[in-house]
């Protein structure tokens, strides 16, 4: 069949999916109070189910003080007895995958249950939603004309007593639909490969002769690929690479810090950049409309929600509400209960609603990548929102950063220590430092009353980090591409101090 018509088809069947959609933008708190509900009794008879009585349910109070709020410490002995191969612990049906989620640290990697559930009615749903958010906002999309370059992690998948744990990404690529793997490019082969500076120049060799429509991956390590496309082509530009590529779709870090550097690179005002946020416990949210960074909060992929103000997190008056109670521009924890047996899991993540009708959402941060050994409650919105505007005004270009505190010590004030990779450095660093300090006053009044007369906080101590500094680092600890980042802000001195050691005694 000619990829035109596949186009046309593709197009038509994803737009009928609006319907759907429609029904949880009208009827948000309904929608989601029927997935609770339906959740607890289909796991009613699970041993998670029967020791919190899951049938005698019969309202949000009733679940919300019944059920304890946990993590994955609290939640890792069922799970590793379910990677044992006991099933019906926490989920009714079968777990075959776990998702093993890694960050930059060298401690335990946790393993993320993934249902069959969930890759079909969140994961893979939300990959359809995305395309179908994209066509109806865009009639004249050509996507299907072409291919998507996928930026992924690696195969490591690793089978034991009959369940197989590796990167979502390659779970997702092991299990994907004929369709996405026929529109796809590089080959689930050469996608999979283990070792990552290997892969990256071999996606560079299988896709620079394609036909790339789209690209999807996380922004830090799409932009090291797409430098090395321009590196081996010779180009300026990557329309003169793959002259009908039209849109980008990204998520997993924040945009902010690399969009002007893709700007670069794809010098077109009709390019489009479309964000998601997902993580290994699920797909929560998808850009519904062009040139916007907020993002559609999905309320029926087998997830439903809590929130935790960020003013009560972790105390004791700490506060948990549902959907229907939330407050526009307020930091939240979030938590989860989604269709492959998490119960009212704290993922970690931070978010804030800027609109509520619909529900939309920007990524706010971590519940531990804050900066408040102070009481300034530093977050990475307002890090990257003082970093983008600083940059605009010096004509700078960031790569990568990290932040953490600088303890005080007897009479000696505390501050905030930068080290920030420039791809284009600032031509006056003490202009740019002064305007950063400024422009996060400007952002944070907790972090201005800090600041105020030097009184709790000197101004932020930046060092100008060598080319590639950030990637050795990770390449050091065997955390290249996938989900591996750097830590953007840290409440200790771990990360900041190995980098420290690197730029002063290497």
Request: net charge neutral.
């Amino acid at each position: 069949m000619p990829i035109p018509i596949v186009n046309s088809i593709a197009s038509w069947f994803l737009k009928k999916r609006f319907h759907q959609i429609d029904l949880f933008l009208k009827y948000p708190n309904e929608v989601q109070n029927e997935l609770l509900f339906s959740l607890l009794k289909f796991s009613k008879d699970t041993e998670y189910g029967k020791k919190y009585d899951f049938a005698s349910i019969k309202t949000y109070k009733e679940f919300s003080e019944r059920l304890p709020i946990i993590n994955y410490e609290t939640l890792q002995p069922l799970i590793e007895r379910s990677r044992q191969g006991e099933q019906n612990i926490f989920w009714p049906r079968p777990i075959k995958w776990f998702a093993k989620s890694s960050g930059t640290t060298n401690a335990k990697s946790k393993f993320i249950p993934v249902s069959n559930e969930s890759l079909e009615d969140c994961h893979y749903a939300a990959s359809k939603d995305l395309l179908c958010m994209y066509l109806n906002n865009n009639e004249d999309a050509q996507l299907f004309t072409g291919k998507s370059l996928r930026l992924g992690g690696s195969k490591e998948l690793y089978k034991e007593n009959g369940t197989v744990f590796g990167d979502l990404s390659a779970i997702l690529i092991d299990n994907m639909p004929f369709w996405a793997e026929f529109s796809s490019t590089p080959s689930s082969k050469v996608s999979l490969m283990s070792e990552w500076e290997t892969k990256m120049t071999a996606i560079v060799e299988e896709t620079i002769n394609e036909n790339v429509t789209s690209l999807a991956g996380v922004p830090s390590w799409m932009l090291v690929l797409l430098n090395n496309v321009l590196d081996k082509t010779g180009k300026d530009s990557l329309f003169d690479v793959w002259p009908n590529l039209e849109v980008y779709f990204h998520g997993g870090v924040s945009f902010n810090p690399y969009i002007e550097q893709y700007r670069a690179m794809l010098p077109s005002k009709k390019f489009k950049y479309y964000e998601i946020y997902n993580a290994s416990e699920g797909f929560f949210a998808i850009q519904d409309q062009n040139y916007t960074g907020d993002l559609l909060l999905m309320l029926d992929y087998g997830i439903f929600y809590e929130f935790i103000p960020m003013d009560s997190y972790g105390t004791s008056e700490q506060e948990v509400i549902p959907l229907s109670d939330v407050k526009l521009n307020t930091n939240y924890a979030l938590l989860i209960t989604t269709n492959a047996g998490l119960w009212r899991y704290r993922i970690g993540d931070t978010i804030r609603f800027v609109s509520l009708k619909p529900h939309r959402i920007k990524v706010s941060g971590r519940t531990k990548h804050h900066i408040n050994a102070f009481g300034e409650e530093l977050i990475i919105e307002n890090a990257e929102d003082a970093l983008k505007k600083v940059c605009k005004r010096t004509n700078s270009e960031i790569v990568d950063y990290t932040a953490a505190p600088i303890f005080m010590k007897g009479k000696e004030k505390g501050a905030h220590e930068w080290i920030i990779e420039f791809k284009t450095p600032p031509e006056n660093m003490s202009y740019f430092e002064e305007l950063f300090d400024n422009a996060l006053k400007a952002l944070n009044s907790d972090y201005e009353a800090k600041r105020y007369n030097n009184m709790t906080l000197n101004k932020p101590v930046i060092h100008s980090a060598r080319t590639n500094l950030f990637y050795d680092w990770l390449k050091e600890k065997n955390k290249l591409g996938g989900q591996h980042k750097v830590p953007r802000l840290s409440n200790d001195r771990v990360f900041i101090n190995e980098l420290l050691n690197i730029i002063y005694c290497k």
